[in-house]
């Protein structure tokens, strides 16, 4: 052994790849907890509703039985099933079991399909703000996140208009999601038809993540495959099947790529959690259903609450979220440093949210993002701790 040992040092692409700036505010509410503060939790990204009882019991089964070993790279074939009926029932959609990949949460999903089809260099349009770590993936296979800056006038979301006017030679596609973290506004049929009309005259790919359906509190949210065939779907059971910790997704993509699509998860994945896998299927129960849409009317009352309650607060909130659990609200009459104030109303009034700096760069620091992931006497708690300072 010499000490002369001198490691070369990191790829460059990691130094791009930023953290989540709210895993600071969590750390920190986690600490000011364990010292004995009460921290109302609204910046987690996550049920808090623990995942429902029969999948947990069917995943316990699935363990006892020796569920224990690789599956199919492409997922256990009874699950893409479930899920080929899942489209049929809930949006009248014929989507054959082969086109569904189960994959390792929508994270998975997004791997897959950067790999799929990033060429280094290459572009893909995203909204700012939007989930940051789709511009990570995109950097990741040597390809780039376009950022459109999206306010309340595009209910910040892309449109057609704004696919072309900020389409480049290096463009490949286009990406959205609706529901959409952080804001929670979605997208209609018209909406998704009209951008797959533009992204399609352009030879290029519409990946829409649907992540937060079965999570729209107004109207049913529409699939992009309802206009599109060919767009590319990345959905997950974490958020309305309530399964984050389990970690598993699935990507519908069109016919002629599950080949390549399967290649590719064989070489990243082999395979998903095979009890997951087994837990999942629960969830389309009749009996588990239930449980889920009484959650889902539970978020649904706790928007109802807390949106006009953020509004007299003095917050903006321009557009109505539409569904997932988040308010996307403008801070600007009270901050122009998010992070800071996040941390400022952590450690004097004990209320955890998350800066918009997470998001993308567009009037970040102006914006803070409220997750209703919290009970309703929580909820209540915080907005009267917030009156008292900013009153
Ligand atoms: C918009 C969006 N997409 C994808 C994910 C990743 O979810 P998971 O990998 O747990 O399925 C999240 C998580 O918060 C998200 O908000």
Request: aromatic letters at 10%; proline letters at 6%; one cysteine or more.
């Given at each position: 052994?010499?000490?002369?040992?001198?490691?070369?040092g990191f790829a460059q692409r990691v130094d791009e790849i930023e953290p989540f700036r709210v895993v600071e505010v969590l750390a920190r509410a986690t600490e000011l907890?364990?010292?004995?503060?009460?921290?109302?939790?609204?910046?987690?990204?996550?049920?808090?509703?623990?995942?429902?009882?029969?999948?947990?019991?069917?995943?316990?089964?699935?363990?006892?039985?020796?569920?224990?070993?690789?599956?199919?790279?492409?997922?256990?074939?009874?699950?893409?099933?479930?899920?080929?009926?899942?489209?049929?029932?809930?949006?009248?959609?014929?989507?054959?079991?082969?086109?569904?990949?189960?994959?390792?949460?929508?994270?998975?999903?997004?791997?897959?399909?950067?790999?799929?089809?990033?060429?280094?260099?290459?572009?893909?349009?995203?909204?700012?703000?939007?989930?940051?770590?789709?511009?990570?993936?995109?950097?990741?296979?040597?390809?780039?996140?376009?950022?459109?800056?999206?306010?309340?006038?595009?209910?910040?979301?892309?449109?057609?208009?704004?696919?072309?006017?900020?389409?480049?030679?290096?463009?490949?596609?286009?990406?959205?999601?609706?529901?959409?973290?952080?804001?929670?506004?979605?997208?209609?049929?018209e909406e998704l038809a009209a951008l797959s009309r533009e992204v399609r005259s352009r030879n290029g790919y519409l990946l829409v993540d649907e992540i937060y359906h079965?999570?729209?509190?107004?109207?049913?949210?529409?699939?992009?495959?309802?206009?599109?065939?060919?767009?590319?779907?990345?959905?997950?059971?974490?958020?309305?099947?309530?399964?984050?910790?389990?970690?598993?997704?699935?990507?519908?993509?069109?016919?002629?790529?599950?080949?390549?699509?399967?290649?590719?998860?064989?070489?990243?994945?082999?395979?998903?959690?095979?009890?997951?896998?087994?837990?999942?299927?629960?969830?389309?129960?009749?009996?588990?259903?239930?449980?889920?849409?009484?959650?889902?009317?539970?978020?649904?009352?706790?928007?109802?609450?807390?949106?006009?309650?953020?509004?007299?607060?003095?917050?903006?909130?321009?557009?109505?979220?539409?569904?997932?659990?988040?308010?996307?609200?403008?801070?600007?009459?009270?901050?122009?440093?998010?992070?800071?104030?996040?941390?400022?109303?952590?450690?004097?009034?004990?209320?955890?949210?998350?800066?918009?700096?997470?998001?993308?760069?567009?009037?970040?620091?102006?914006?803070?993002?409220?997750?209703?992931?919290?009970?309703?006497?929580?909820?209540?708690?915080?907005?009267?701790?917030?009156?008292?300072?900013?009153?």
């Open positions: 052994m010499t000490d002369s040992y001198k490691p070369r907890a364990a010292a004995g503060r009460d921290i109302v939790h609204m910046a987690a990204g996550e049920p808090d509703f623990p995942t429902a009882a029969p999948i947990v019991e069917a995943g316990r089964a699935a363990l006892a039985r020796g569920a224990t070993y690789y599956s199919q790279a492409a997922g256990i074939p009874e699950l893409r099933e479930a899920l080929s009926c899942f489209y049929a029932d809930e949006y009248g959609l014929d989507i054959a079991p082969s086109r569904i990949m189960v994959t390792p949460g929508a994270s998975g999903a997004l791997l897959l399909v950067a790999a799929l089809l990033v060429n280094p260099g290459d572009g893909l349009l995203l909204t700012d703000p939007g989930y940051p770590c789709n511009r990570h993936f995109l950097r990741l296979v040597e390809g780039r996140g376009q950022l459109v800056p999206v306010g309340a006038a595009d209910n910040y979301q892309l449109s057609a208009e704004l696919v072309a006017a900020n389409w480049q030679a290096n463009t490949i596609g286009a990406m959205v999601a609706s529901p959409a973290n952080p804001t929670g506004t979605a997208l209609s049929r079965g999570l729209g509190y107004d109207a049913p949210t529409p699939s992009v495959l309802e206009v599109d065939p060919d767009a590319f779907v990345i959905n997950s059971f974490s958020k309305y099947f309530g399964m984050t910790g389990w970690r598993l997704g699935w990507l519908v993509a069109p016919e002629a790529a599950v080949t390549e699509m399967e290649k590719l998860a064989q070489n990243l994945f082999i395979s998903m959690s095979t009890m997951a896998q087994y837990a999942a299927l629960a969830g389309f129960e009749p009996a588990t259903r239930e449980i889920l849409e009484q959650r889902r009317d539970l978020f649904r009352q706790r928007r109802d609450y807390l949106l006009p309650a953020v509004q007299e607060l003095g917050f903006t909130v321009p557009c109505k979220p539409q569904g997932a659990f988040y308010i996307y609200a403008d801070a600007s009459r009270f901050t122009s440093d998010s992070q800071k104030f996040c941390m400022q109303l952590l450690e004097e009034h004990g209320v955890a949210l998350t800066p918009g700096v997470d998001f993308g760069h567009h009037r970040a620091n102006e914006h803070l993002r409220f997750s209703y992931t919290t009970s309703m006497d929580r909820l209540e708690l915080a907005v009267a701790r917030l009156a008292r300072v900013l009153a």
